[in-house]
């Protein structure tokens, strides 16, 4: 097929294209479109994600009957000079603007132009050029009083002033005046009030919520070390019968099939039933019919076409009643994977295993992406072989991954690269996300580890492309969700639930703020994964020290830091209030309370306040409530730190929890904790008294009794601070 003459203008002048005028830039086309996908200027549907080389891409499509009739052709004009005219002058002068603006952005921006257009149709306006600068200030009003975000305000306004840019390229009828806030001597709270937004960024990503994190985490570790070897041989079997369906139909087939039928019941067993989608759709909207038969497997086990066995069927439908059909067709596969002391599953059905393969590829999702660090668009463009393990001279192992990275990617013109380029440095992970890679690799045929088309019932589009996009990773996850949960009510497991999260649908780009915080925080739970988490702190700081946009460690410095503030907080708060400070930090734990109220209370900690307070030794507060302590923590001087001789710089920043000693000199306890304590050796003395515990078990809490009630007593013999024992006597 010929290419078809380019629309773009030799030079920059009046836009008004032809129906027939192909939209997008040939440049920018994706290869491999095929022409007649491309909109034309007078269609009402622009497929803009052609223009994208990005695999994750979400179908970026503008409709524009959605736009008022009488400024419809304007903003087509306008768009079509947004996608054809380089940026004006004015826009570059813009910090966020760019010479080359991507199609995901000006789907924004043709949506918020659509609202626009709406708004001012309610005003009687019926051409862009009969808007006032009053209006423009009256639409500035109605953002400021919708209650959203500032910032989501003055974005908007700024897509309604590239509107006025590019009018000098668009007939009179459609240029805009220039907007109000334009003006040189204007500033954006003069139509929009105070900014009172936090800082953007990643801190302003709302964190997964732990209740509903860690049985996620632990669902998606289950699923991929546990039930993956069980899910993988199904797939494997499910293949194999697939690839015995012959094209062709051999003779005899039919009649192979009746006998096998008839076998079946001869000897009192049920046929085999379809449980699938379509099967139960079919069974609903047509009660009182014969259950539909596992057509495929049958087909595959006896090596017969689906018509061979639709006819056999046939031939055996008077003969048949609803009580010659049973459960659906069971895999000969055995099963080893266990939740609990119980197998997690009878057996796996032949229509079950689509949608099984399709949990295991998203738990394997959820571990790299969680357990990595990595960016949702990294993590799924990751491809087969990725994944390397290299033993090291003092016997550990070591696991690196190598794949693409996007942000801050750019070209001479500082224009994004949609492709990306190969990281420099690989990311550090931990053995269960080497696992997690390895499973995806025997799950996928492609080069890419997550696609959309893993399963069998996936919606064919006029993409060509097949990687998963976050979008679609948000459904899948939702989707393991519930099987998780039927699992988990299944195997009465019911503290692994995993709730609905408050602040919406888990997805991807949640992940990394979401580690960041539990690594800092390590809330209740299993100590196996509070471990985890000290490795994941590892693995990340070894993936992102070498790079010069260090941004996991800047996330999970700010973790850090918003942690100490919320600890340092606390410890005034209970210094205020008379609370005791004992052991042997205790003087530690009341001055570094002193000099974080008197420095940071009643202000702002924004990036460079939380870098100061993770910087500053003399605030390194940590609270462990499951050793009832606060560690005010000197890597120098740290029991739980087996490396404190030969550190030359305090290497080990953070305490390890999973090591403490007690007779660690960064110990100090407030009476708060003492409280807790009192209630943990009551605990132990009702367990003591119903004596269920076996006598090792009860053994070694009558030891540990002994010690909290040490500490206990230690705790109240000491005056508090400021009395010395002869003000006391």
């Not at 129906?19 to 491309?38: C, E, H, M, S, W």
């Not at 046929?271 to 596992?294: C, E, F, I, K």
């Not at 953070?654 to 007779?663: G, I, K, Y």
């Amino acid at each position: 097929m010929t290419t078809p003459a380019s629309a773009e203008p030799a030079e920059p002048g009046l836009i008004d294209p032809a129906p027939d005028t192909f939209v997008l830039p040939f440049a920018r086309i994706r290869p491999g479109v095929n022409p007649l996908q491309l909109p034309r200027f007078g269609d009402l549907t622009w497929r803009l994600s052609l223009m994208n080389r990005k695999e994750s891409v979400r179908s970026l499509v503008i409709d524009w009957s959605r736009c008022p009739t009488m400024l419809r052709a304007a903003l087509m004009r306008a768009a079509f000079a947004e996608l054809h005219v380089p940026t004006p002058a004015v826009l570059l002068q813009q910090r966020a603007s760019r010479s080359q603006t991507q199609p995901s952005s000006l789907r924004r921006y043709f949506l918020l132009w659509v609202g626009f257009a709406r708004w001012l149709a309610l005003r009687g306006v019926t051409e862009l050029c009969q808007a006032t600068a009053e209006d423009l200030q009256a639409y500035a009003e109605h953002l400021r009083t919708a209650g959203r975000r500032w910032r989501t305000d003055q974005r908007a306004l700024g897509v309604v002033s590239r509107l006025w840019a590019y009018a000098p390229y668009l007939p009179e009828r459609d240029r805009l005046v220039m907007p109000p806030w334009e003006d040189p001597a204007a500033v954006m709270s003069d139509f929009l009030g105070t900014n009172d937004d936090a800082p953007d960024g990643e801190n302003n990503i709302p964190i997964v919520h732990p209740a509903v994190m860690s049985p996620l985490l632990v669902w998606a570790l289950r699923t991929v070390l546990d039930l993956g070897g069980d899910i993988l041989a199904a797939a494997q079997e499910h293949r194999r019968l697939l690839a015995a369906i012959p094209a062709r139909a051999a003779p005899g087939g039919t009649d192979t099939v009746r006998t096998h039928l008839l076998s079946l019941l001869a000897v009192g067993r049920r046929l085999p039933t379809s449980t699938g989608p379509a099967a139960t759709a079919v069974t609903a909207r047509y009660p009182g019919t014969l259950p539909p038969m596992a057509s495929t497997f049958l087909a595959g086990t006896l090596g017969v076409t689906l018509g061979q066995v639709s006819r056999a069927r046939g031939t055996l439908n008077i003969e048949l009643g609803p009580e010659h059909f049973g459960p659906g067709a069971a895999l000969d596969v055995p099963i080893s994977g266990r939740i609990g002391n119980s197998l997690w599953t009878p057996a796996i059905g032949f229509d079950d295993v689509d949608t099984l393969v399709l949990h295991l590829s998203t738990a394997a999702l959820i571990c790299c992406a969680y357990l990595s660090g990595m960016r949702p668009e990294e993590v799924l463009a990751l491809r087969r072989g990725c994944c390397s393990r290299t033993e090291r001279s003092d016997g550990t192992v070591r696991f690196e991954v190598r794949g693409q990275h996007f942000k801050g990617v750019l070209d001479e013109d500082g224009n994004a690269i949609p492709e990306g380029e190969m990281r420099a440095d690989p990311w550090v992970v931990l053995e269960p996300v080497a696992r997690a890679i390895a499973v995806a690799e025997e799950l996928e045929e492609g080069e890419l580890l997550f696609t959309r088309t893993l399963f069998r019932g996936a919606r064919r589009t006029i993409e060509t492309r097949t990687q998963l996009s976050s979008d679609a990773a948000v459904e899948r996850i939702r989707a393991f969700t519930a099987w998780a949960n039927q699992l988990a009510a299944a195997h009465g497991r019911t503290h692994e639930l995993i709730p609905a999260d408050p602040d919406g649908a888990v997805a991807l780009r949640r992940f990394r703020r979401t580690i960041a915080w539990f690594i800092y925080r390590q809330p209740g739970g299993r100590i196996a994964l509070a471990v985890q988490y000290g490795h994941a702190a590892t693995a990340m700081s070894e993936s992102y020290a070498g790079r010069s946009k260090a941004d996991m460690l800047e996330v999970l410095d700010q973790e850090k830091g918003m942690a100490l503030a919320e600890t340092l907080t606390e410890a005034g708060e209970r210094i205020a209030a008379g609370e005791k400070v004992t052991g042997p930090a205790a003087d530690r734990y009341r001055a570094a309370a002193a000099e974080f109220s008197n420095r940071y209370a009643g202000t702002y900690l924004g990036k460079r306040e939380l870098r100061a307070l993770v910087a500053n030794p003399r605030l390194q507060v940590y609270e462990d409530p499951k050793a009832f302590l606060t560690c005010n923590h000197d890597a120098f001087t740290a029991l739980c730190n087996p490396d404190r001789g030969r550190s030359r710089d305090g290497d080990q920043a953070t305490p390890n929890h999973s090591r403490c000693h007690p007779a660690c000199t960064n110990i100090s306890r407030t009476d708060s904790q003492i409280v807790a304590l009192r209630r943990e050796v009551t605990r132990i003395d009702a367990d003591a008294e119903a004596d269920l515990d076996p006598y090792p078990i009860a053994a070694r809490e009558q030891q540990r009794k002994a010690l909290l009630t040490e500490i206990i007593r230690r705790h109240e013999a000491q005056p508090p601070a400021g009395l010395d024992t002869q003000e006391l006597r």
